[in-house]
C-alpha cells in the first residue's frame, strides 16, 4: 500500500485532505463531517475517507499534531510527547484542582444527566450548589431545559468540552458502572441485621 | 478532652465544634454545606494522639454527631423522611441499600474520571470561542438600470404645487341659518336635517350644521341621531322652557 504522503498532489481525495486541514487548523472546537462536508463543499462519505488520510498523515510519532475523533467530531491536537512543553506555555484550566466534589458531581451529570442540583444532592447526600457552580463555570457543564413539574428546577448536562478534556468521543463511551453489586449486597445485608433487631 | 472544644477544618467552617453546632442552630451555616464525616475524623485523630480512651467524650459525640446526622438527613429528604418512617424495616432497609449503592456507583464514576483525567492529562488542544461564521450574502436576481433610472425620475420630480385655495373661502354666515330654523321651527315642532339642507352646498350644509349646534346650545331645540350617518332629527322645545339668549354676533366661520 502507498503511503499517502507520496499521492500524487492533484489526487481529488488528497485535495480534500488538504481542505480538512485547513479546517481543522481554524477551528477551536471539534469539527463533525457534516460541518467538514458542507465546508468542504463535498460528500460526507469522501470527507470521511479524506479524514483516515489526515489521521494518517497526523498520528502520534509522526507529526507534532494529533488529529482525533473526540466530542462528537474531529480536531487536531498537540502530540502527547509535547505535553511537557505544552504544560510550560499553557494552561488547562478547565481541568485544574478538579475536586472529589466536584468530580462526583460531573459523574452524576454525565450519567444520570440531564439532572437538576437537587437531583445531585439526592444521590450525593450533600448540597451540590458550589460544585455545580464550579463546573458551570469551567465549562464541563451546561444548563439544559427544567424540571417538566412547574417551577421545576434547572437541569444539567454535560458539555461537549467535557468530552473532550475527558477524550471522549461521546458520553457512550463512559464505563458501565452497575457492577459495584458486592458493595451493594453486603451493605443491604448489613441494614437487613440492624432491620430485624429493631423490629424484634 | 472536651468534644465541644474540637478543632474543625472543613471547607465549609474553621473552627472550634461548639461554634459549629451554635452556627448550624441559628441556621447560618446550611448543615447540606458540612462534611459530617469530617468531623468524624477530626475527632478520631484526636482520640488517637491520647494514651486512653476518654469514654465521657465519646459518648458526648456520639450525641452530638447523631443529633447533627438526624437533622441533616430531615433537611436533605424532607418529604421522604416522612415516606421513609411509614416503610417496613425490611423495606427501609432496602431502599436506603438501594441509596447507597447508587451514591457507590456515582463514586466509582467520579474515581473513573478521575483516573481519566490523570491519564489524559497529556493532551493539549485549542480552546476558544467558534469563530463568527461567514455573513450570507443574499443574492439578488441580475437587475435592468433603466428601471432604477424610472424609478429614480419619479423621485426627481417637482412634487405638485400644495393648493391653497380652501384660504379664501368664505363661509355663510351662520346667523343666516339661525333664522332661517328658528323660522321653520314656528311653523313646525321637527324637522329633518337633512331634507332641509339637501340642495345646499357643502360649505353652506356646514353653517347650517353649526347653526344647530348653536340652537342647541341655548336650549331652543333636540338633535337626535338613531345612529351614525342615520338621519338627524330635529324637534323644537315647547316655547317657555326657552332661555331667550340672543347670540346675533356674527360669527362667521373660516376654515381652519
Known sequence: MDSPLRLIPTDPLDQLARTLEALLVVASAPLSVEDLAAAADDDPERVEDALRLVGERFAEDRSGIVLEHVAGGWAFRAAREEAAACARLFE?????????????????????????????????????????????????????????????????????????????????ELPRLDDVGADAAEIRDRLYAVAEKRSA | MIVRELELDLDAFEGPFDLLLALVLKEELDLRDVDLAGIVTAFLERLAEREELDL?????????????????????????????????????????????????????????????????????????????????????????????????????????????????????????????????????????FETEVGEMTRLEQASAFLAVLELRRAGELTIEQAAPFAPIRVTRIAEENIVREERTSEWTVRSA
Open chain 2, 56 to 192: 465521657e467524650a465519646c459518648g458526648e459525640f456520639l450525641v452530638l454527631i447523631a443529633a447533627l446526622l438526624e437533622l441533616k438527613a430531615r433537611g436533605l429528604f424532607p418529604d421522604e423522611a416522612a415516606e421513609l418512617a411509614e416503610l417496613e424495616p425490611a423495606e427501609a432497609a432496602e431502599e436506603l441499600a438501594r441509596r447507597l449503592a447508587e451514591y457507590r456507583r456515582a463514586k466509582d464514576a467520579a474515581e473513573w474520571l478521575r483516573e481519566r483525567l490523570a491519564a489524559e492529562g497529556d493532551r493539549y488542544f485549542r480552546l476558544g470561542p467558534a469563530p463568527l461564521a461567514p455573513k450570507v450574502e443574499t443574492p439578488l436576481a441580475p437587475q435592468d438600470p433603466e428601471s432604477l433610472a424610472r424609478v429614480l425620475s419619479m423621485l426627481a420630480q417637482e412634487p405638485p404645487e400644495v393648493s391653497l385655495s380652501h384660504m379664501a373661502l368664505r363661509f355663510p354666515p351662520v346667523s343666516q341659518f339661525l333664522e332661517r330654523f328658528r323660522a321653520l321651527l314656528r311653523r313646525r315642532s321637527r324637522f329633518d
Open chain 1, 92 to 172: 488547562r484550566p478547565a481541568q485544574r484542582n478538579l475536586s472529589q466534589a466536584a468530580l462526583e458531581t460531573l459523574a452524576i451529570v454525565a450519567y444520570v444527566g440531564p439532572c437538576s442540583r437537587p437531583d445531585i444532592a439526592r444521590i450525593r447526600g450533600v448540597a451540590a450548589d458550589s460544585s455545580v457552580a464550579n463546573l458551570l463555570e469551567r465549562g464541563l457543564i451546561a444548563e439544559a431545559g427544567r424540571d417538566s413539574a412547574a417551577g421545576g428546577a434547572v437541569r444539567y448536562r454535560t458539555t461537549p468540552l467535557f468530552e473532550r478534556v475527558f477524550g471522549l468521543e461521546s458520553l457512550s
